[in-house]
């Protein structure tokens, strides 16, 4: 739709009026509530303020592609976590469920247009948002190394409405933006309010869900508002698993206390998840007002972790791999000559050797003994999210800078992940060893000022070209604090083999511990010229200066031509960059992992280490892209369609390196620098610029209203084509990890929703595709397949008893679609073994199936 003279004009100077910084432009539009704005006035169009520093403009009048997702629509769709939620409204959006995926499990990594989630600039009420201070050591081949942020905490009762920018804007905002931008808008109303108690489990009986959630809006004097949002929530873990192998055959020989389900493959179980937003405004004259917002979240996660079998596992059972038990001698002067001891059979505990020489020996001692089944850690942790933004905005009404509006702006954000592993031992420590460990803590935390300066300059144009300009400082500090003593500590046991450490997470030495900043400070400019009432086209520019590895300069250019009044075609190309974080330069962790099948160490070490250097590793460098988009949007009577083309190339991206065998001179080098376990390492791996990308898709986007079935009806379909290509790698990448990173996610996923609205009741319906994607489990190639496209179906019905209560009941996965399940026994080479697990764990709808819930609202 083009707009008039008169109507544009109106349009700027309300933008003009309310300027704002970051990602908005000058402005807040407001999206009443879908409900009410369905028996209003269905035609009223959805506003976006994202990617332009002009007027508020419909998503149909943006020279790049938006998508825009309401409030209400996020609450409908069957879900509690926000990255479920976009995953079902924008189909470019994706992510994994990440069982036993180390801290991954903790916060889960998501993927725009197939890049990894730190390629993608989140933004709160247009303030650039921290990031988590997880790292996803194991992030499923796309999310190897990525560290994002959480998304999670956000909920979508305090949402007024979220922005998607699908298109590269680090000319714009700076760093991270190269697949697009998602901007969360909070609730402002000053009135009102809503409380909400949703309850669910699986098809399976499994993983309930409970929560209860609010959102009230007050009065901060007469001329304010404080809005003020909360949510509680508990989650039980669920298990879509079946007994190992190995652990059969251990229980089958008599081995006493092995676990029925030995290692399980599910969600993680959730405490105590709460989460608080604010956001508050006042005017303060008629030309100025205040801002202020944040939030407190915090939550517990527990999941699972992988089996220590009783005969193998290296550093507690065996360091041979299961051909002799590993026997520690606990005299002080190793005078008991421990015998050693041959695994021959299933169960080494009916041995004579073994009894006569270590279970009735007291100065003989094996794990056997103490575990006899073996055992599986669960790993967990304490996340912990706090932000806070002040802030001023209005126009200068005299002087040089007369009509020339302003946003001055301050934030702070922290993120904590405190990190647990129970149920396992520090091996060296021998009978004496705790069950559970808390092996340290990453903090992550930024510190964000920005002043912004927009103005509408008449330069005999159609219409004011809008200036903008601005400045931004940016410090980001990534710390690590070491575990408890017992968690790092070298055992007596240790010079017998033992391993050092709470097996399967060593906790972080005093020596590993410290404090790691950069800082980073940025100048842009902005201009958008409407040379015609048809024609509209904007360039940004943008220069930043790090104090690590200096400076970038970046640009974008983009427009906007209408054909007709019901046609137009729009297109952008830009320049990128994404800063690696000050934690992927200079974290370093021991893992457990699954390489080939078989269960080892592997220890992650700065790009700057000896060995690391040795291996390949180099001081990291900004990722560096290119990206381009052509569209055209089509809107005839009640039919709105938009249709556009990308290509983003990334050069020396930023990821994990495949995990690289040590040597035993490698291993000396890594002991002399202090770095457990050692000898009990198998590889190594580090973070490096190491590959280039090109990604190109299609976004297809319509949407239908009318007046049908006796009530208001509302259609929607959404598709993506996505295909990311590895144009350049070298051998520390590997092969394996190029193939995930090009097939792990459906090249093809749609969406179609319908939503129909009554006088008294209100349904919902969403049908998911997903194309074909590669199925690959516990990351090892043997087990690679390609997976069948699959439908799921989501619904929801709500019932209005009066104006204030409401009934729904609901339900994910309708039909409880499975995952693709395990068929790869014997490519692995070893035929029933699975490690516990019945899906792939790439399934792109996850592997738990169908959920149903109800609910019930009360609204004021």
């Not at 929530?233 to 081995?255: E, F, H, I, M, N």
């Not at 967990?380 to 001055?408: A, C, E, P, V, W």
């Not at 640009?555 to 190309?573: C, P």
């Not at 200079?586 to 040795?614: F, K, M, R, Y």
Request: with cysteine; charged share 20%; aromatic share 10%.
């Amino acid at each position: 739709m083009k707009l008039k003279s008169n109507a544009l004009n109106q349009a700027i100077k309300f933008a003009l009026a309310t300027t704002t910084a970051g990602l908005f432009i000058s402005g807040s539009a407001i999206a009443a509530d879908e409900q009410q704005q369905t028996k209003v006035n269905k035609n009223v169009e959805k506003i976006a303020v994202v990617g332009t520093r002009s007027a508020p403009r419909s998503i149909g009048d943006s020279p790049v592609p938006i998508d825009i997702i309401g409030g209400e629509e996020l609450e409908r769709s069957g879900n509690t976590d926000m990255l479920e939620l976009l995953k079902g409204a924008v189909p470019s959006f994706n992510v994994h469920q990440n069982p036993i995926s180390d801290a991954a499990s903790l916060v889960r990594p998501a993927n725009l247009r197939g890049l990894p989630s730190d390629s993608t600039l989140v933004l709160l009420n247009g303030k650039r948002r921290h990031r988590a201070s997880v790292i996803a050591f194991l992030g499923g081949g796309i999310n190897d190394g990525a560290q994002g942020a959480d998304i999670s905490v956000i909920p979508s009762i305090a949402i007024k409405q979220v922005e998607v920018l699908r298109d590269g804007a680090a000319a714009q905002y700076g760093s991270d933006a190269i697949a697009g931008v998602m901007n969360f808008q909070l609730k402002d109303a000053s009135e009102g309010g809503k409380l909400e108690i949703r309850h669910g489990q699986f098809y399976e009986g499994d993983g309930d869900t409970t929560q209860v959630s609010g959102n009230v809006g007050l009065p901060f004097t007469d001329n304010g508002f404080a809005n003020l949002s909360f949510q509680y929530k508990t989650a039980d873990a669920t298990s879509r698993s079946v007994q190992r192998a190995d652990a059969a055959a251990l229980s089958a020989a008599g081995v006493p206390d092995v676990s029925s389900l030995a290692q399980v493959w599910g969600a993680p179980e959730v405490n105590d998840d709460i989460t608080i937003f604010g956001n508050v405004g006042l005017e303060l004259t008629n030309d100025s007002e205040f801002y202020m917002f944040g939030n407190y979240s915090e939550r517990d996660v527990r999941g699972g972790f992988y089996y220590r079998n009783p005969q193998t596992r290296s550093g507690v059972y065996s360091n041979d791999g299961g051909e002799t038990l590993l026997v520690a001698d606990t005299t002080p002067d190793m005078s008991a000559n421990c015998p050693t001891i041959a695994i021959t059979d299933g169960n080494v505990l009916d041995d004579p050797a073994y009894i006569n020489g270590v279970a009735n020996n007291p100065d003989c001692f094996a794990f056997n003994e103490m575990l006899p089944g073996g055992f599986t850690p669960n790993f967990g942790g304490n996340i912990t999210d706090t932000s806070l933004t002040i802030g001023t905005k209005g126009r200068f009404t005299g002087g040089f800078l007369k009509d020339t509006y302003y946003d001055l702006s301050g934030t702070v954000g922290l993120n904590e992940s405190r990190y647990f592993i129970y149920d396992t031992v520090n091996a060296s420590l021998g009978a004496d060893t705790p069950r559970d460990f808390s092996p340290g803590k990453y903090e992550q935390l930024e510190k964000n000022f920005n002043f912004d300066l927009s103005k509408g300059v008449n330069f005999g144009l159609a219409y004011d070209v809008n200036i903008a300009g601005g400045f931004e400082w940016h410090e980001e500090t990534f710390t690590i604090i070491s575990g408890d003593e017992a968690s790092y500590t070298a055992g007596p046991l240790t010079a017998q083999g033992f391993g050092i450490g709470s097996n399967g997470f060593p906790g972080f030495k005093p020596s590993q511990a410290g404090e790691f900043s950069r800082r980073n400070y940025a100048a842009y400019v902005d201009v958008e010229a409407p040379f015609t009432e048809d024609f509209l086209m904007g360039l940004a520019l943008r220069f930043e200066d790090y104090d690590s590895f200096g400076t970038t300069t970046n640009y974008k250019v983009m427009a906007q031509y209408h054909l007709t009044e019901d046609l137009n075609i729009r297109g952008s190309v830009s320049s990128g960059f994404r800063a690696p974080t000050v934690g992927q330069a200079n974290v370093s962790n021991v893992q457990t992992n699954l390489d080939g099948g078989v269960l080892q160490d592997s220890a992650l070490l700065p790009p700057t280490n000896p060995i690391a250097v040795q291996l390949g590793g180099t001081e990291l460098e900004p990722e560096e892209s290119q990206s381009y988009t052509l569209g055209a949007v089509y809107t005839i009577g009640e039919l709105f369609l938009t249709l556009d083309y990308y290509n983003i190339q990334v050069d020396d991206r930023i990821s994990q390196s495949d995990k690289i065998n040590l040597s035993q001179a490698d291993k000396d080098t890594l002991t002399a620098a202090g770095v457990p376990n050692v000898q009990g390492l198998a590889q190594v791996s580090f973070f490096t610029n190491d590959f280039d990308t090109t990604t190109q898709g299609i976004d297809l986007v319509a949407n239908y209203t009318a007046e049908l079935m006796g009530g208001s009806s509302t259609f929607s379909l959404a598709y993506n084509w996505n295909d990311t290509e590895v144009t350049q790698f070298s051998e520390i990448t590997g092969a394996f990890k190029v193939k995930r990173l090009e097939e792990d996610l459906p090249n093809h996923r749609a969406t179609f929703t319908l939503s129909q609205q009554w006088e008294s009741v209100s349904a919902f319906a969403r049908a998911n595709y997903y194309g074909e994607y590669q199925g690959v489990h516990v990351d090892y190639d043997a087990t690679a397949k390609t997976a069948d496209a699959a439908v799921t179906i989501d619904a929801e019905v709500t019932y209005f008893l009066n104006e204030s209560v409401s009934f729904s009941v609901g339900a994910q996965n309708l039909f409880d679609q499975d995952a693709e399940k395990l068929d790869f026994a014997e490519a692995a080479g070893a035929p029933n073994n699975n490690w516990g697990g019945k899906y792939y764990e790439t399934s792109p709808f996850g592997i738990n199936g169908g959920f149903y819930y109800a609910k019930a609202t009360y609204t004021f």
